[in-house]
């Protein structure tokens, strides 16, 4: 099972050997109004005040509040230099064919900005070195005809 770190991402990157992994917990999570409680409404008006639906908060106002990183495309970061921070094994849909992809869910920071994202990578050669490579560790992201690679 993946394992993550309760340090900080300065924390790790300027002493990555002593960095302790912590177990993965399993959080139960259940929201208001979620479909798995008794009291389940389908009525908006049952959680939100009506009269103040205007000052709910954007999806990008929650996702700061939430300290959720941007998600940038690999296709976007060629020619970038970047920290690998923790990957964590995940399946995606490719996005022309559909097709389940093997990859890795990646929390990366952008090493002149210092500012965190997270990225897939699905890329075979990508996957092969990620399955090898320990974190964290600096790159470029360059491409090679189709083929992106750490360099």
Known sequence: MPK???DTVETILDNP???VDEPEEVAEVTLPGGIDEENFSP?????IDMNRIDSAPTVQ????????PPHIPMKDLEGKTVTF???RKQKAALPNTGELR???????????????????????????ELLL???????????????????
């Open 4 to 6: 993550r770190s309760s």
């Open 17 to 19: 050997d002593a960095i």
């Open 43 to 47: 009525r908006a008006s049952d959680f």
């Open 61 to 68: 106002q929650a996702r700061e509040a939430a300290h959720i």
């Open 85 to 87: 921070v923790h990957k």
């Open 102 to 128: 093997e990859g890795y869910f990646c929390l990366c920071v952008f090493t002149d900005s210092k500012e965190e994202f997270t990225t897939w990578v699905g890329q075979v050669i990508l996957t092969r």
């Open 133 to 151: 490579l320990q974190m964290p560790f600096t790159t470029t992201i360059v491409k090679r005809g189709r083929t992106y690679m750490f360099q």
